[in-house]
């Protein structure tokens, strides 16, 4: 099982099928501010969908190829954090966050990337964690760097959202780096 306790309010737990109204719910309240840099997010219209997601959650963890987590604040659902599959050849995978509206500036997202990281380095043995950010999400790209991950370079028209593309950088981390930085 994965859980972990990121301090006394918080934690990491595995989704599963009976949080499928809660993430429904989260992502509902938080539409609006969430389309801005996630595609996904008009595509979760019931809770059927999130359902739909997390089956999709609990294949990609019985396959060995990650995870996808609920990021719990004082017992409510306050985001989803997780790799996007495993390269288990390169030993590298890339990692991807969001926090509903009202749990932004607490702190969470950091002390739970940095859980992710830590068992991704310690547990997993992986060489190199990737995340991505749209060169205009400024509050994502806060992330890495303030976990030491190098900024590697810029992916232009990355993605489509809604009505444009957008540029990407890529930031990267290997696993002597973040043990320098961490002891």
Not at 6 to 35: G, I, K, V
Not at 47 to 57: A, L, P, R, Y
Not at 99 to 117: D, H, P, R, W, Y
């Amino acid at each position: 099982m994965f859980y972990f306790k990121l301090n006394e309010d918080a934690e990491l737990r595995l989704l599963e099928l009976r949080h499928a109204e809660n993430l429904f719910h989260l992502t509902d309240r938080s539409r609006n501010y969430l389309r801005e840099w996630l595609p996904w997010v008009d595509v979760i219209k019931e809770k059927s969908n999130s359902k739909e997601f997390i089956e999709g959650t609990m294949k990609q963890f019985s396959n060995n190829n990650g995870f996808q987590a609920g990021i719990w604040y004082k017992g409510e659902l306050a985001g989803v954090i997780g790799l996007h599959g495993i390269n288990w050849a390169n030993k590298s995978t890339s990692l991807g966050y969001w926090l509903g509206e009202e749990f932004q500036g607490k702190g969470l997202m950091t002390n739970a990337c940095k859980s992710v990281i830590e068992y991704c380095f310690n547990e997993l043995n992986l060489k190199r964690i990737e995340i991505r950010a749209a060169t205009e999400n400024h509050k994502s790209q806060a992330i890495p760097e303030k976990l030491g991950f190098q900024k590697e370079g810029c992916i232009r028209s990355s993605e489509f959202l809604y009505n444009r593309y957008v540029d990407h950088y890529v930031y990267g981390l290997i696993n002597e780096d973040f043990n320098r930085v961490t002891l």
